[in-house]
């Protein structure tokens, strides 16, 4: 059995927990194949830590990282700063963390930032799928211009 860890934040403004949680629960196997293990926390900066924790106290074979980054320059710095925590904890844990960040500045108006909050959930749940069972699904996409939670910008 293996575990996906998914960490969320209370501080994005859309649950994009959820969204990778269902579609996670669509993926072949759920529950046969693989569990998940869900766990929120403040802010940006703390999601390093929690996936680190649960891949090396859960066996966590990969980690999804959820967060949403203000407008203001000082999230941005934030964001900055949470993605150099993960690529740390990556490197320490030799696991893979997709991170799944959005960012305010991304889209004004705000139907379609819960829009782009969602597909990028829900793509990224299905990366992670795929990393751990299906890792051909990656290799029939690359080269492709494939955005995640954004039209795809196609290959050149």
Not at 129 to 139: I, Q
Request: aromatic content about 6%; charged content about 25%.
């Amino acid at each position: 059995m293996d575990y996906i860890a998914v960490v969320d934040t209370m501080f994005a403004r859309v649950d994009m927990g959820s969204q990778v949680l269902d579609e996670l629960s669509k993926c072949p196997g759920y529950k046969e194949r693989f569990e998940v293990i869900h766990s929120s926390v403040p802010g940006f900066k703390d999601l390093a830590v929690e996936c680190k924790r649960l891949i090396e106290n859960s066996r966590c074979a990969i980690a999804i990282a959820i967060g949403m980054a203000g407008k203001a320059e000082i999230d941005q710095v934030c964001a900055h700063e949470a993605s150099q925590g993960l690529m740390m904890a990556r490197l320490l844990t030799n696991t893979h963390i997709i991170e799944v960040f959005v960012h305010e500045i991304e889209e004004d108006d705000p139907e379609k930032l819960v829009q782009l909050c969602i597909n990028r959930a829900r793509s990224h749940a299905r990366n992670a799928y795929w990393m751990l069972f299906e890792p051909e699904e990656l290799t029939k996409r690359a080269g492709q211009g494939v955005r995640q939670g954004a039209d795809d910008a196609g290959p050149l």
